[in-house]
Structure formats: structure tokens, C-alpha cells
């Protein structure tokens, strides 16, 4: 069965501070992606990245970073120095890549990051 | 280049009322899917079409029908609205294979049922 799991609902942190946000997910596939999605306040969904299953590298975008880990199942979430235009809802989500769910994207439940000025 | 386009943007409906939120994309995928947002529960799939012409039921298809128009075209209809379908949905699109499964979402539509 597929599942992802985002543990931390809420964060709260303080301007410049880091922060990680953690997601863990569950698969039978061989062969899957994995997705961040950002909600800020205005509501809509926007993409921030895409990991397939077969590339574990780390990937650093400005203050964004993302560490895979396939041993631990895991696909965290590093804000470098954050900002208040960083307060959002933050989404993990798997797509497997093959059989009856194909395409189909899982999501957690979301954590909703707070940065304080 | 639109993207996904989503109407209405908010609706106020009276429970056992219908209604239909219409999505469309022109970026010719083949796929396209509904999501419901609740607070706290992240978004489900409703019902989702793999290709023109296909539907298939997701997680929470219960109160919902949906129509494939079209390869530009998913529409999702309530038939009897309950207090219970209050939410905001989704549309998406994707293109699969050949995206590496990535999903383009519409802006939503908010929808109250009193």
C-alpha cells in the first residue's frame, strides 16, 4: 500500500532560523517519484521539486535542499535561513510508476510552517 | 498557455443541490485527476481519467460523477450537495509517462454546502 506520512503539523520558527521538514512514505514499487509542493496563503499548489527513486543525491536550490534516503524511506526538506515568505503549507507526495496506480499522486497530510519576523 | 483552468472559484451551495466544476487544460496531457482539500487531511483523490475517454474511481468517490469531455476537458458533478462535501478542490493534469509523473494543478475552487 502506498502512504506518506508527514508527522510534524505544525512548525514554528523565527526568521533566519533553519528548518527540516520531514516525510516518510511507504511503497511496494521498485520504481517511484517523490514531490514537494508548497500551498502558501493565496491557496494554490506550487511545485518545488521531483526525486525518481533511482537518483539519492541530494539537490540544493538556493535556500531549499532535499535529502532521499531510501534505506529510511525518508525524503526531508531543509529551509536554509528562512524567511516569512516562507510560511506555507508543505506537502510530500509519491507517484508510482507502474501498475494500476500509475500517475496517481499520494500526498501526506501536509505541515504548516510558520517563520516569524 | 493557460495551464489549468478551473471555474467556479467559489460556489455556495444549499445541501440536495448540483452542480458541476468544470476543469480544462491545454497542455494536450492525457491524464487528469480531482483531489478534495479538507483541513488536516492533505488532498484525496476523488476520481481521476488516465486517458479520453476513461474514468476510475480514487479515494473518496462517494457523492461525485465525473466526465472526460474530451482530452482538454474533466468536469466533476455533484449531484446532491451535503455539508460534508464542503472543501476545496483541485484539478491536475499531467502527462504520463513522459512527465515523470509530475501533476499541474488548477487554482481551486472553494465550495461551501450549507
Known amino acids: 500500500a502506498q502512504k506518506v506520512t508527514q508527522a510534524q503539523t505544525e512548525i514554528s520558527v523565527v526568521e533566519k532560523e533553519d528548518v527540516t521538514l520531514d516525510c516518510v512514505y511507504e511503497?511496494?514499487?521498485?520504481?517511484?517519484?517523490l514531490f514537494w509542493y508548497k500551498q502558501p496563503p493565496s491557496g494554490e499548489l506550487v511545485f518545488l521539486i521531483r526525486?525518481?527513486?533511482?537518483?539519492?543525491q541530494n539537490e540544493i536550490s538556493g535556500r531549499y535542499s532535499w535529502n532521499f534516503q531510501k534505506s529510511t524511506s525518508s525524503f526531508n526538506f531543509t529551509i536554509t535561513a528562512s524567511q516569512v515568505v516562507d510560511s506555507a503549507v508543505y506537502f510530500c507526495?509519491?507517484?508510482?510508476?507502474?501498475?494500476?496506480?500509475?500517475?496517481?499522486?499520494?500526498f501526506g497530510r501536509g505541515t504548516q510552517l510558520t517563520v516569524w519576523p | 498557455n493557460a495551464g489549468v483552468t478551473q471555474t467556479p472559484k467559489f460556489q455556495v451551495l444549499k445541501t440536495g443541490q448540483s452542480m458541476t466544476l468544470q476543469c480544462a487544460q491545454d497542455?494536450?496531457?492525457?491524464?487528469m485527476y480531482w483531489y478534495r482539500q479538507d483541513p488536516g487531511m492533505g488532498l484525496r483523490l476523488i476520481y481521476y481519467?488516465?486517458?479520453?475517454?476513461?474514468?476510475d474511481k480514487g479515494e473518496v468517490p462517494n457523492g461525485y460523477n465525473v466526465s472526460r469531455l474530451n482530452k482538454r476537458e474533466f468536469s466533476l458533478r455533484l449531484e446532491s450537495a451535503a455539508p460534508s462535501q464542503t472543501s476545496v478542490y483541485f484539478c491536475?493534469?499531467?502527462?504520463?509517462?513522459?512527465?515523470?509523473?509530475?501533476?499541474?494543478f488548477g487554482p481551486g475552487t472553494r465550495l461551501t454546502v450549507t
Open positions: 526525486r525518481n527513486s533511482f537518483d539519492e
Open positions: 481519467s488516465a486517458s479520453e475517454g476513461t474514468t
Open positions: 511503497t511496494r514499487d521498485t520504481t517511484y517519484y
Open positions: 497542455m494536450n496531457h492525457n491524464s
Open positions: 491536475a493534469s499531467s502527462e504520463v509517462p513522459q512527465s515523470s509523473y509530475e501533476q499541474y
Open positions: 507526495a509519491l507517484s508510482e510508476a507502474s501498475g494500476s496506480t500509475l500517475g496517481r499522486l499520494y
